[in-house]
């Protein structure tokens, strides 16, 4: 694109131009702004303002509240130093209609000397209590000239998200120009790609007007609003960007089923056995989606289909139904995990259940020794019929499948839009791409998956195995930790088994395991006829795993853990859990966390620790994970809660790379989204791929994952 040259202007640059074409944005600041994803001219554009400042009117000083951020002018009635514990200047400023003070507690002789009796001054700052009248402390001010009426500013002041070193100032002069490039350029440049149908239908003004009404908003706008981000201009641009992720994910799936799968037709010999094997009979809702799986996989288009299921609704043997299935038309099994535990976990169910099948599931995981590593990967290479469990190291260059089927990873949250790419271009072969079926026990709702899993089919298991005790859950404060120790004693004496989990705020792995060790020293001091085991995330395999065969066969009373046990972990015979700090974790993973218990047919109990005093988001959480074991509630309870760490906040993040919208503030949107992108695919098929350029493109490299 050439710049536009204006007579006698100077040459303007592009809406895609590199912000380095702004004047003031040298190396330094473009390593900043980059440091923000902020590359192009439109970057700028869609980094929104946080918060907002009103300098637009002066509010008469007799008319301030505490907790007001306000501009005042007045003249200084008086200047005077206070010496004391804090030495501070106060200035008295009065207009008429009443007096505040003006407090500093850093200020030179030169400030003092300007803040003379008979100043005029305007400042900004917040309005608070004072011993006797209201108080402004550290305002920002300029003086005036009594002669002369200095403007106020013509639009409430954008706040801007930024970095050290970035200045509010520096943000405000560029999104200026950027705006101006926008006026200038709007034919060509932000082009409105939304047609006037979508827009009419829920009021929603046009793009530039929106960018322009978020980054200068008129005095007259609602602060408050703007700020919960639910103005229609902010919800225009959120509306857009969840489009155009939405038609990007749709596109994925199209070009999928362009591609060619492996029709897996067993003959069902080996499902069978299983099936007779066990000592329970599946559910319906496990026959549904066995069925629903199935039915993709003899077809010849790669399946991509999500399997949900709450904690405990028996996941792990449709994932044995199905790989059966590749197993018996000759195709080999990968199946990713996001932690070592799980995929030792996983290993110890399969080979139980498909040993006596005559199939040998291998164990990839980084600390595999080496000999034994180079053995499993031959034989994947000579095509041996096997399911490989892994982590990560899985999918590593040098591992090769000779006949791969099937891919199943477990636990969706983790592993977002891209590994997912990644992992079935990694398994293609001979123009071949593998199924793939991905597991997760974190519900999602339905309108949420139609957005940012739009590339997916759904399957759900709605259903618990029969004679399920619900778990009663209490909550207690860490003070009553004798008593709950003494109540691990009598569950002990009992035979029962029991998990203490112990967790911190620190998401450090370490602190975490230490934390762990400690705790299990006190334990074993305080009842030393327990058998106590310990697991952390920084322990050796061999010995972690020796650890969770004995609590397995009940060799271990009381396993003392870290949040490592949080997925996929089945002792059914353990229906005593203990999480301590119970209040720092969000809903979702109290639950998590909780699902390994009532596994079995015994009456379970949770008890929730936590360190008084109760935030009340804190105690609205405990609450809800006391009332409630379904994971359906506790996730909509979850999206209402909005705590740290809760099920949309933090763990979907990631899913979509949004930088506008928020998955959880604007999910009144998302039943929208799929209606507008029929619409758009089916009558104005040509707007597509640049929403999705724009929102996405740079992100999502189509022709290269
Ligand atoms: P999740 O969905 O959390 O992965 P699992 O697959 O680990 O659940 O199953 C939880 C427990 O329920 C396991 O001990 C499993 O053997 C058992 N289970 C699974 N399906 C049934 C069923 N239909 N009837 C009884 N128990 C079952
Ligand atoms: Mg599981």
Redesign the pocket.
Known sequence: MTPLKRNGAERQPTISASVTALRGVGPRVAHRLHQRSITSVQDLLFHLPLRYQDRTRITPIGALRPGDEALIQGEVELTQLRLGPRRSLLSRLSDGTGAITLRFFHFSTAQQAGLARGTYLRCYGQVRPGAHTLEMVHPEYQRLDPERTEPVEDYLTPIYPTTEGLQQGTLRKLTRQALAILDEESADGLKEWLPDEVLAKRQLPKLNAALRYVHRPPPDALIRELEEGVHPAQQRLAFEELLAHHLSLRRLRYELQTKQAPELRGNGRLSRQLLDSLP????RA?QRVTQEISTDMRRSIPMLRLLQ?D???????VVALAALQALEAGYQVAMMVPTELLAEQHLGTFRQWLGPLGIEPLWLVSKVRRTERSAMISRLKAADLTIAIGTHALFQPDVRFAKLGLVIIDEQHRFGVHQRLALREKGSYDGYYPHQLILT?TPIPRTLAMTAYADLDNSIIDEM??NRQPIKSVVLPDSRREEVIQRIANACRQGRQVYWVCTLIEESEVLQCQAATETAKRLARALPRVRMGLIHGRMQDDEREHVMAEFKMGNIDVLVATTVIEV?V?V?NASLMVIENAERLGLAQLHQLR?RIG??TLQSDCVLMYQAPLTEHARARLSAIRQTTNGFDIARRDLELRGPGELLGTRQAGVLNLRIADLVRDRKLLPDIQETADLLLQDYPDHVDPLIQRWVGRSLNYGNV
């Open positions: 329970f009979t599946l559910t496990q299921g904690v405990g609704s028996g996941k792990t043997v026990a195995p029969p996929g089945d059914p699902g596994r079995g």
